[in-house]
C-alpha cells in the first residue's frame, strides 16, 4: 500500500494478546475515521493473524513476537540479538511506510518500534492500561513523548514523563450489540433465564474452568451458562459439560458483541480489556486474577474494581467450589446488588478513550 500524500500515517503495535491487540484495532478504526493511514505491527500468534482476515481493510506488517526472559538466564543473548534485529525490521517498515508517528500497544512487542520511531526522529507513544505497568511498557516509556494510561494507579510508574489518562480503547463493534434474543439463539441460549459468562481472556484459564465444572451443579436454579473455555481447555470443558442443561462451551469467541449482549454477569480473569469491556458495557463481575500474571498485576486491576464497588474480587488461591457457588448465587439471584455492581462498573467507564489517544497523537504531531 502506498503512503498518500497527506494521510497522517501511524504505526501501531499491537501484537501478542487479545488484551493488546483489540485496543490497537480500536484505536486503528479511530484513526482511519479521521481519514487517516495506519499500518499494524502483529506477532506470529493465531490471534494476530486472526485479526488480519477479520479486518482486510488496514495493512497488517508481522514482526517477531519478543518474551524476554530472566535476567541471567541464558535466553537473555538471544533476546538482545532478537531484539536489535527486529528493531532495524521496524526501522524499515516505518521508513517504507513514511510513518509519521508509532504507537505501542505494550509488552515486549511495542519496544522495538518505539525504539525504531525514536532512531529515525519521529515521536513514540505507550499505552498501558494496567493499573500496574509491566517492564517492557516502563522501558518502551523511555522512547515515547507521551505515555497513555488505562488506570490511574499506573501514573505513578512513569516519573517524569507527561503521562494522559486515556483509558482503554474498546472496539467499535461493543458499541452497538445486538439484541438479546438474537444473542441467543446465536448460542443456543434461552433469552428468559439468568446467564452467567466464564471468560479467561483471549488465552483461556484452566483453573477457573475446572472451578465452575465443580461448582456448578450448585448455581442457583435456572442459570444458563456460556462458558468460553480457551482454544486449548475446550475439549476437556465440552467433555465435562456434557448434557447440562442450559450450559454452552466454545473454545476461542470471535463474537464477544453476543457473548456480552446474552450475559447478565461475568466471571473472568482480570486482564485490562476484558474488564475495560465490562466497565463499557455496565456489566457486574466476578474477578478471579491470574496468580502468575506478572508482578501479579491482574490483581492491582480487579482491586480498581473492587474499591468502586464495580466487583467482587476472588484471589484464586483462596476460591473453592462451594466459595464460587455462592458467590455466583450472590450474583444471579439478587438483582438489587447486580444493578449497584453495573451502575459502578459504568462509572468507571471511559467511552471516548480511542478518540483520547488520537487527540493526544495528533496534538503532538500538530507541534512538531
Ligand atoms: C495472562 C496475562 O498476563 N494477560 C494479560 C494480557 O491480556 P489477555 O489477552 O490475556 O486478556 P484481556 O482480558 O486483557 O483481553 C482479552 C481480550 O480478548 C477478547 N476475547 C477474549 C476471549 C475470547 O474468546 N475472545 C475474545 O475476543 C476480549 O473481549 C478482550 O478484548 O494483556 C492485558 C493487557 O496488558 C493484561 O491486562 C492481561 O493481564
Redesign the pocket.
Known amino acids: 500500500m502506498e503512503h498518500s500524500g497527506g494521510k497522517t500515517s501511524l504505526v501501531i503495535a499491537c501484537g501478542g ?4 491487540l ?1 485496543p490497537g484495532l480500536a484505536v486503528a478504526e479511530e484513526w482511519t475515521g479521521r481519514g487517516r493511514e495506519v499500518l499494524l505491527l502483529v506477532s506470529e500468534k493465531k490471534i494476530d493473524q486472526e485479526a488480519r482476515r477479520k479486518y482486510p481493510q488496514y495493512r497488517f506488517e508481522t514482526v517477531p513476537a519478543i518474551g524476554k526472559p530472566a535476567t541471567f538466564s541464558p535466553k537473555m543473548l538471544p533476546f538482545l540479538w532478537k531484539l536489535w534485529r527486529t528493531t532495524g525490521r521496524c526501522g524499515s517498515l516505518l521508513k517504507e511506510f513514511k510513518a509519521d508517528a508509532v504507537l505501542g500497544m ?2 515486549f512487542t511495542s519496544l522495538p518500534p518505539c525504539w525504531a520511531a525514536k532512531r529515525a526522529g519521529l515521536p513514540a507513544f505507550v499505552h498501558d ?2 493499573a500496574l505497568p509491566g517492564k517492557a511498557n516502563r522501558l518502551t516509556a523511555k522512547f515515547c513523548r507521551k505515555v497513555f494510561i488505562g488506570m490511574e494507579p499506573a501514573r505513578s510508574f512513569f516519573p517524569g514523563k507527561d503521562v494522559v489518562p486515556t483509558g482503554t480503547p474498546v472496539r467499535a463493534e461493543m458499541r452497538t450489540l445486538p439484541s438479546r434474543a438474537e444473542a441467543a439463539a446465536k448460542f443456543g441460549l434461552d433469552p428468559s433465564r439468568p446467564t452467567l459468562m466464564v ?1 479467561g ?3 483461556g484459564a484452566r483453573r477457573l474452568n475446572s472451578l465452575v465444572a465443580m461448582a456448578f451443579g450448585d448455581f442457583p436454579k435456572g442459570t444458563q451458562v456460556l462458558h ?1 473455555a480457551g482454544p486449548l481447555d475446550q475439549p476437556r470443558v465440552e467433555e465435562e459439560a456434557a448434557g447440562r442443561d442450559g450450559y454452552r462451551v466454545v473454545g ?3 463474537d ?1 458483541p453476543s457473548a456480552y449482549a446474552v450475559s447478565d454477569a461475568v466471571l473472568s ?1 482480570s ?5 475495560t ?1 465490562l466497565s463499557f458495557l455496565g456489566l457486574p463481575s466476578i474477578l478471579v486474577p ?1 496468580p502468575y ?2 508482578d501479579d ?2 490483581t492491582r ?1 480487579a482491586e480498581v474494581f473492587e474499591k468502586a464497588g464495580a466487583a467482587f474480587l476472588e484471589p484464586e488461591g483462596a476460591l473453592d467450589a462451594a466459595k464460587l457457588a455462592a458467590r455466583v448465587t450472590t450474583l444471579m439471584s439478587d438483582l438489587q446488588t447486580r444493578d449497584r455492581m453495573a451502575q459502578a462498573a459504568r462509572s468507571l467507564a471511559v467511552p471516548d478513550a480511542a478518540a483520547r489517544v488520537c487527540d493526544a497523537i495528533e496534538a503532538t504531531l500538530s507541534r512538531k
Open positions: 494478546t487479545g488484551g493488546h483489540f505494550g509488552g492500561s494496567n471468560t481472556g483471549s488465552q468460553i476461542f469467541c470471535d464477544m480473569r486482564g485490562a480489556s476484558s474488564m469491556e491470574f500474571a506478572a498485576h491482574q486491576n
